[in-house]
């Protein structure tokens, strides 16, 4: 018996996220299914992170155990032969048989992506969100600093949480331009439910002029979810990466 | 009555390109639809590029005579409420009666992009072409030099092409990767059928190593298909824009 890491890469835009649900298509369902028939075994994986309908990712993380003999790191290239192109394993590796996706000392990193012109422009649709209000990127950027750190981030955090703790830690954030497309950088402990889009969300605030830079603080201590800006669309998040030390 | 120059961007993945076909989906089709009931008569465009199924436009040209009195500048908001989100006029601006979108005199840039890591990332596989093979970027580079100025791109075309010259200028050319994304940039006076896909494909033989750089010369003098490369596949190509003097 073995446990097998997986960092798994998908397009959102046709799943009702990635926790199993009985009735609609998930990433974690069609996982799998798609390991249940590679080794003829019943296999459920365990997520790092559930994330919601139509959130992309470039490497969130799955386990799960196999007494299959296949080499962990062939995998992968298994496994993407089996499954829809809107979801491909891109690597594959054995870790400890006690080894868990969600471990507290894990760092994550997303990416909100916002298409800042003045019309939609079609081929960034699916992986953006799109405003034509001008945003004032150097403002959302210096409103995002003050996210950095602990904090209890219960104004950033939607009211059905069933979280313990709202405290959490961010170790960067960055707010960049490139072209038209304005890119919310956040690397953290950890995020509560929705946590990223409220962050989001609040900035394009900040960046329209609607809220100021200096309320951040307050915000935050407000402990309160109508504090905060909007939860902005799903379609412009991507789940980067997770890093175990 | 006035001439009115559309910018228009779409994303090609659902359509049998730009050209009017009349049992198949189109751009050109679907614009003419949507121009023809927003302004109550039959409006039919000239297209600037007959782009191929599949590929991707940023700033393809549209150009179209109409009786109707909305300002030109007003017709992109009017337009893009009558279009399917795949398609999104960028500008709209009236021109002179005998501004015709195919004029000799434009430049047209189109942008190749390659992903080059080990496995299929879902969310660029819709706008660009997947290899695993490592390319060596600098020898596609050098090799891509070779296609500036003006040249019989007669290996570069399809041998379907009903084109009067193979004879065309390219005025820039530039292979660079960003992460792990490889962009072929090339601007030039006019492309033949299938030329921009041809070049790309014959420059990732040589990032392959399956070609040399140097070779690229002989190939253009032999005016010959089979001495370049294989048709680089659609989804990889975008249309970036049309400038006239």
Tied chains: 1, 2.
Excluded at 139 to 149: D, I, S, T, V
Excluded at 181 to 206: D, Q
Aim: proline share 4%; hydrophobic share 35%.
């Amino acid at each position: 018996m073995k446990r097998v890491m997986l960092t798994v890469a998908y397009d959102g835009t046709n799943y009702h996220g990635w926790q199993l649900q009985p009735n609609a298509v998930t990433v974690e369902g069609v996982l799998n299914k798609a390991l249940s028939a590679l080794f003829g075994e019943e296999i459920k994986v365990i997520g790092a992170s559930r994330t919601d309908t139509g959130v992309h990712a470039l490497g969130n993380i799955a386990v799960f155990d196999t007494s299959a003999k296949m080499p962990a790191e062939k995998i992968s290239y298994a496994l993407n032969q089996r499954l829809p192109e809107d979801i491909r394993i891109q690597a594959s590796k054995e870790v400890a048989s006690d080894f868990h996706p969600r471990r507290q000392d894990s760092r994550k990193t997303y990416e909100y992506k916002i298409l800042n012109t003045e019309f939609p422009i079609p081929t960034y649709r699916l992986y953006s969100h799109f405003t034509y209000v001008p945003l004032d990127v150097e403002k959302m950027n210096e409103a995002a600093q003050y996210f950095k750190g602990e904090h209890d981030f219960k104004s950033f955090c939607s009211a059905d949480s069933a979280a313990d703790t709202t405290v959490r830690t961010i170790y960067d954030i960055s707010v960049k331009k490139s072209g038209d497309m304005i890119a919310v950088r956040v690397t953290g402990s950890g995020f509560l439910y929705n946590m990223v889009r409220i962050i989001a969300g609040t900035l394009i605030e900040v960046g329209r002029g609607n809220m100021q830079a200096s309320q951040i603080p307050e915000i935050i201590e407000a402990r309160e979810r109508s504090k905060a800006g909007p939860t902005a669309p799903a379609c412009g998040l991507t789940l980067v990466s997770y890093e175990y030390p």
